[in-house]
């Protein structure tokens, strides 16, 4: 068992059981051009989470720990997105429609894709999800069941959206949670703030925070 230093108290984990999940890192959310951008977004305020995910990459994986990436987008035939989720707001383009890294939000794209200094390792599990969360319509559950994985390690962006919804989610089904505070981000300071607070608020209502470094060293 490891021990990490965190809000709002220790949180204890067995690396077996423990997965780094690492949440739509993909260029729709993280470059101009993208799903973020058309939303409205200034996606150079999710630049800085590249650097520590990075170097929690390298550490988890010469630990051998269970790495999950995940990305958000839909088929090319739209079908998997409710007209709730296309027809939202007033985006500058819509979901599929054409963008300068592709379709915009659509499997296959280079804008659906992982950004280059994040790329999945070849036995590292890529999982599609067409919602905020990522247990939503996904198979990510039977993944982890089949894998033991008790303990969620989370990373990626949006702070407020994905992370969040996805964290939920995993404490819904009985996951600890363990959020790494540099390592995902929003696009609005505030909500990077308040969306961490939230977390560990309440005696941990849906996990534990801490900066990567805390994790990293629990792992030596
Ligand atoms: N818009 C926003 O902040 N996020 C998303 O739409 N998806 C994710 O967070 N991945």
């Not at 260029?27 to 409205?40: I, K, Q, S, V, W």
């Not at 994986?61 to 997105?81: M, W």
Request: aromatic fraction near 6%.
């Amino acid at each position: 068992m490891a021990t990490v230093d965190a809000s709002p108290g220790p949180f204890t984990f067995d690396p077996a059981s423990t997965a780094l999940l690492v949440i739509d890192m993909q260029r729709d959310f993280m470059e101009p051009g993208g799903f973020g951008e058309t939303l409205g977004n200034d996606v150079a305020q999710l630049r800085r989470v590249i650097e520590p995910t990075a170097a929690l990459l390298v550490a988890c994986r010469a630990l051998g720990l269970t790495v999950i990436h995940t990305r958000e987008g839909h088929l090319p035939d739209l079908s998997d997105c409710p007209p709730a989720k296309l027809n939202r707001g007033e985006p500058s383009m819509r979901i599929g429609a054409p963008g300068p890294m592709g379709r915009i939000l659509i499997r296959g794209e280079h804008g659906h894709d992982i950004i280059d200094e994040l790329a999945p390792a070849s036995d590292e599990l890529v999982i599609d999800k067409p919602g905020k969360g990522a247990f939503y319509n996904t198979s990510l559950g039977d993944v982890l069941a089949a894998r033991g994985i008790r303990s969620l390690v989370v990373t990626g962006v949006t702070t407020e959206v994905c992370v969040h919804t996805t964290v939920r989610e995993a404490n819904d089904r009985g996951y600890e949670c363990l959020v790494l505070s540099d390592c995902v981000g929003s696009y609005f300071p505030e909500f990077q703030e308040a969306g961490l607070r939230m977390i560990a608020a309440q005696g941990g209502i849906f996990g534990w925070v801490a900066p990567s470094s805390s994790f990293i060293a629990a792992l030596q």
